[in-house]
């Protein structure tokens, strides 16, 4: 298969960054918008974040469900979903940051509804965004190059939210006016990157089934044991991280009392991004996707232990381990992507079908349910220290808690993400094996197909018996 194109890789990481225009805003800033501005308890956010994420998580499969059944000749399965959902997406966004005061119960309704809603309106652009990938080409350092298109398209809008936002949410300042503008913006931005999404990123991988039965989905999940092990590792390591991602700022502005770092941290993120995206294809051709994962995952895990243990009053030795968690995640990051897409050839190699759809929408599944106990483990932590808003100085509690959520958490079950990948079997190797036998059957398909047309039968003037060349047995495609 022809090499993509530089346009085309550029363009598959604009739609990540638009997508984190709504994610990473929420995951980064949606606790805090509604313990401090919105006026909604820890405790209560904490269940709303949970719940609400796992109600995503069924999203994401009922999104799966509908890329594998439908299907454009001329779009394709995967960008319409992104060309009209995109823009409902983004307003969603803006709705969400815009919580009205409608006494307790009313707020929190209002909550649930407007993040419910992101949710299903993210998993119906996002599953069939992730898809894609699969779609365009099959070769694994292009696919190393897509994974860190993507990394570097969401990595930039995270790092602009923690150098232009972070510093923004401080005690006195009108934050409701800072979420409302900034989302209105994000919603002309992300249209134009989406689209061009849309124009670049194209799909080149041969497919025999356009539209997908739900049998044929549930056939193609069953008895994939890759994509099973790298979901529960995904399910723990994405809890780990978003209880980081969700106290982050509460870690730098409550206990290191640094808040000005943030800015400096974003800088550092992206820096990482550009270098690791630079040589991560050559070091995954060297020692593989499975141990650049592992590798990545252990590094997070230092980091994570150094937050933990590190004395408030050590300012940059706590913040060296969240530089070192954030080295792990970028790098782990990068191949979790490819190695999905690898787990779609391992389902076509054993039923003959191929369907991204559900296959992605299984693996969004376990994150979004680990991105709901991540989020959630990190709002009780703070309950239970007892974190006030308002700007008021912490206890030690309440610092404690937030240690837990930022070093405690996120190492723990990182470990256990790592002991579930090391029963991950599906190597660059056997990938590859895999990838020369489907390549013999379609062939052998081909073939058989051609041999049919040439072998047409014909009929006897006077019974209508098919002659004897009809009667030529022709190729089976090889199972």
Known sequence: ???????????????????????????????????????????????????????????????????????????????????????????????????????????????????????????????????????????????????????????????????????????????????????????????????????????????????????????????????????????????????????QLYYLRDVLGRLDLYPVLSIIQLVLTFVLAAFMPKLVRNIGKKHVYIYSSLISVVGGTVIFFTPASQVMIGFAGLVLSLVGVLAMSIVVWALEADTVEYGEWKTGVRTEGITYALFSFTRKTGQAVGGALAAYALALGGYKSGGVAQTPDAVFGIQIAAGALPAALTILAVLVMTKYTLTDAKHAEILTEIRARRESGDASKKADAAVEPSADASDGTKTATSQQPHAAPAN
């Open 1 to 247: 298969m022809k090499k993509l194109n530089k346009l085309s890789i550029i363009g598959y990481g604009a739609g990540d960054a638009a997508n984190n225009l709504a994610f990473t805003t929420a995951t980064m800033f949606l606790l805090v918008y509604y313990t401090d501005v919105a006026g909604i308890s820890a405790a209560a956010a904490g269940t709303l974040l949970l719940v609400v994420r796992i109600f995503d998580a069924f999203a994401d499969v009922f999104a799966g469900r509908m890329v594998d059944r439908n299907y454009s000749k001329r779009f394709g399965k995967f960008r319409p979903f992104i060309m009209f959902g995109s823009i409902p997406l983004l307003l969603l966004s803006v709705a969400t940051f815009s919580v009205p005061q409608l006494g307790e119960s009313g707020t929190l309704l209002y909550a649930y509804v407007t993040y419910a809603a992101l949710g299903l309106a993210y998993s119906l652009v996002n599953i069939p965004y992730g898809s894609l990938a699969g779609a365009m080409t099959q070769d694994p350092g292009d696919r190393a190059k897509l994974g860190s298109a993507r990394m570097v398209g969401g990595l930039l809008v995270g790092s602009a939210l923690g150098i232009f936002v972070a510093p923004l949410i401080k005690p006195g300042a009108d934050l409701q006016a800072t979420f409302t503008t900034i989302t209105l913006v994000f919603v002309g931005i992300g249209t134009v990157l989406y689209f061009f999404t849309v124009l670049t990123a194209k799909e080149r991988v041969h497919r025999a089934v356009p539209n997908v039965s739900l049998k044929q989905s549930m056939e193609t999940l069953k008895g994939n044991k890759p994509l099973l092990m790298l979901c529960i590792s995904s399910f723990f390591f994405l809890s780990g991280y978003l209880a980081l991602t969700s106290v």
